[in-house]
């Protein structure tokens, strides 16, 4: 652009400077006549151009000046620019470096605290499991401890029962004298004799099939017995409903009843029964003899002071982990309590099953559990879906909940329970660190 104004300058001059120059080839003297002429018309018009011409020259040096200063600005932006530029890379790679430097001194201490942190959790760890194998080590020793106490009770009951029998044996007094001094029940004249009591089982307690089915749940409670380390006693048997079951299951068992009609009806069935008083059978037993010992439906029947006999008698014939089992009628249910548990006669009186597991655990038997079973009305066919229509609210559905299974629910409980296996306390062992 700064050409093209100076080339239109110079064509202006040119022009100008040719203003007054005549070709006087061809009518040279009307040509210089009329241009003297054209002058006094001319002569401003050319001397205005001329005048603007400078003032364009005089525009045009002042443009170029400034472009010139621009220029020289420009160069000095330019390296202003490329000086700040040098100085912020500079200080860029300088912070770069110092971030890296930071960043690696960083890493380094995140890496030794993730390092000493791994290795205090290593250290803890190992001193947890120190600390856990030492607190099993602990529990196993109570355990043993535990185990050991109640195999010792249970020796000493054992023992205080040997030197009772041993006393009476000392003082005179034979099998037939133990015998009368154990009360059973009497099948006098005044009383229902041995047929009228199997009759009478026979319609109210259930038929032979029926016991056989509703004893079969028993089963569970005895199949860790062995065979070849002694049989199970059933005492007071009956019929033999239990000894069947244990015969289709394989287990060495054998029954004692006094009720020979009920034997008589056993050993029809082809059963091992004796005919004999089942708590002087239990007395004159060898010392762990047996594997088990089940009464059903038994020590309802017979005195308090009998009973604790019974259990000691059982004590000393059952070998070191021998299982006791006692099915009898649970007074909690209402059906029972008041009413059905009175329809035999030859009861004696209910007991609640808190106190036979007091009584069991007292004479040195361990592990004693309660085991509600023969509910009248099995539980999922009873009410227990939310209030019916007409009820005020939840608290009285619990309540009619409650009723009904006190009425419908267990009819029966067992108790087991065992002689305590021989333990010695462990000795406590705590593995070294490391």
Sequence with gaps: MEQSVSDDLHATRVLLSEQNVVDTRRFGVAKRFVMRGSRMFTHRLVAATGHLADAVQAVDEQRRQD?????????????????????????????????????????????????????????????????????????????????????????????????????????????????????????????????????????????????RARQADAVQFVTDLQAGHGPLLDVACGRGEWLDVLRSEGIDAYGVDSNAAMIAEAAAAGLDVRCEDALVHLAKLEESSLQGISAFHFVEHIPLGVLVKMLDDSLLALRPGGVLLL????????????????????????????????????????????????????????????????????????????????????????????????????????????
């Design 327 to 434: 099915e009898t009628p649970n007074p909690t249910n209402l059906m029972v309590g008041a009413a059905s548990f009175y329809l035999d006669p030859t009861h004696v009186r209910p007991i609640h099953p808190e106190f036979l597991r007091f009584l069991v655990e007292s004479r040195g038997f361990v592990d004693v559990q309660i085991h509600y079973v023969h509910p009248a009305v099995p539980a999922d066919t009873m009410v227990a879906s939310g209030p019916p229509e007409g009820y005020p609210d939840a608290r009285l559905t619990r309540v009619v909940d409650a009723v009904e299974g006190f009425v419908y629910g267990p009819q029966d409980y067992v108790l087991t329970a065992r002689r305590a296996q021989v333990a010695e306390p462990e000795s406590l062992v705590v593995p070294a660190e490391g």
């Design 67 to 211: 472009l010139a200063g621009m220029r020289d600005e420009l160069a000095a932006v330019r390296e202003q620019a490329g000086q700040d530029a040098r100085e912020i890379r500079g200080t860029a790679d300088r912070l770069a470096a110092d971030v890296e430097t930071r960043s690696s001194a960083r890493h380094r201490e995140l890496a030794d605290g993730l390092a000493e942190t791994t290795r205090q959790l290593q250290e803890a760890s190992a001193s947890m499991a120190i600390l856990q194998a030492a607190v099993a080590s602990m529990q196993s020793r109570l355990a043993s401890a535990e185990q050991a106490f109640a195999y010792q009770r249970s020796e000493l009951h054992r023992t205080r029962s040997l030197l009772g029998r041993v006393s009476r044996v000392v003082a005179g007094a034979d099998v037939a004298e133990d015998a009368a001094a154990v009360p059973t029940v009497e099948w006098s004249a005044d009383a229902l004799d041995e047929q009228a009591y199997l009759d009478f089982e026979e319609r109210f307690r259930g038929s032979r099939d029926e016991i």
